[in-house]
């Protein structure tokens, strides 16, 4: 016995996260397939008469074919619904992880290989090109399955909503635009020096903005929408933001290098950039010259090609800390030095009262220890 979950989205780019019809039974699993001669057949042939019950022929259009080796939760069914592209599991590292956990991956034309001509295809899941390969079907040994009878692939046009983690100026945002309600002060207010126009609480809730603007090719927003595919939305601070790694010697973090370890696992050779900005090349560098001229002139603005870290890449500061005592003045200074940019900063405290060192020392292991 099984779960059968339907559901569709009506997302059209602008909405949010909007799931609309949605539905669950529970059915029993040769209702769907059945294995005749070590053959696993998603449609029989013809009737087949189970406990009493007759199963006709599967007719219909599906868009991809998937086993998994455990029962997924429902929000990473979500997750496909309303992107087809996601592979996540229940887990982003260990046995339920979409590395492991993905055993058959069958995608029917939605990587684009809609070749009706082609009936003999290979699995796709992620262990299928690590080293050695891990295979779908132990009974043969392989991953190959046969597409029989008449079918075809169309083509399909739809918008995605990727489930991204947060990770700040690196996360793709399709609409940057927001309408908020100013406030402007009645009266004699006006200044030359200053805006009087306010916003209202509501709008304060929302992070700043900041003046970067992308408009460029970049390889690695590829392998980002790949990220976000196998691994779903996380709380990354989970693998950034242990407090023991502020007086850590290390250049990176080692929870992130282990999740990007299992990342790219699946990778058997170096993306190759040369071939990606060979084809860039090919474009008519007057658009980016274009854009540049309607580009306001406080943004920051990138265009052409971009060489950038992936979402699971981040460099980590190392801060060392020296104090100085002033007698005369009964303050200290404290010298953040950070090594990776070489940036001192001084920060000045005054202090009401003479502190003893034992007291001064106590303070400072809050940073240090």
């Not at 990770?167 to 004699?188: F, H, Q, W």
């Amino acid at each position: 016995m099984g779960v059968l979950y339907a559901k569709n989205k009506i997302y059209t780019g602008y909405d949010g996260n909007t799931i609309g019809f949605q539905a669950s039974s529970s059915v029993s699993s040769s209702a769907f397939s059945t294995v005749v001669n070590g053959s696993f057949y998603l449609s029989y042939p013809s009737n087949l008469t189970i406990g009493g019950k007759t199963y006709r022929p599967f007719s219909g259009s599906f868009q991809e074919l998937r086993f998994y080796n455990i029962n997924l939760d429902e929000n990473k069914f979500d997750d496909y619904v309303m992107d087809p592209y996601s592979i996540d599991s229940n887990e982003l590292i260990g046995p339920e992880s979409a590395l492991e956990a993905l055993i058959f991956r069958a995608p029917l034309g939605t990587v684009l290989d809609n070749d009706t001509t082609q009936t003999t295809r290979t699995s796709i899941h992620p262990r299928i090109s690590t080293i050695p390969p891990v295979q779908s079907f132990n009974l043969s040994g392989s991953s190959v399955y046969t597409l029989n009878g008449t079918f075809s692939m169309p083509s399909q046009t739809e918008v995605l909503y990727q489930d991204q983690f947060h990770a700040g100026i690196k996360n793709a945002v399709t609409n940057k635009i927001r309408i908020v309600n100013e406030i402007l002060p009645s009266g004699d207010t006006l200044s030359p020096y200053i805006s009087i126009q306010q916003t209202s609480p509501l709008s304060g809730s929302f992070t700043k903005d900041i003046n970067y603007v992308e408009v460029a090719f970049s390889p690695q927003d590829e392998v980002n929408d790949d990220i976000i595919s196998q691994l779903g939305n996380f709380n990354i601070g989970n693998y950034i933001g242990d407090p023991r790694q502020v007086s850590s010697s290390l250049t990176y973090y080692p929870d992130l290098n282990v999740l990007r370890n299992e990342y790219f696992y699946k990778y058997t050779h170096n993306y190759n950039l040369w071939d990606y900005i060979r084809l860039i090349k090919f474009y008519d560098n007057s658009l980016f010259k274009m854009i540049k001229d309607f580009t306001p002139a406080r943004a920051s603005l990138a265009t052409g090609i971009v060489i950038k870290p992936t979402l699971l890449e981040r460099c980590k500061s190392i801060f060392s800390l020296h104090l100085f005592v002033f007698k005369d003045f009964w303050r200290f200074v404290l010298l953040i030095n950070i090594h990776t940019t070489q940036i001192k900063k001084p920060y000045t405290l005054s202090s009401s009262r003479a502190w003893k060192f034992s007291e001064l020392h106590n303070w400072l292991r809050q940073f240090t220890d």
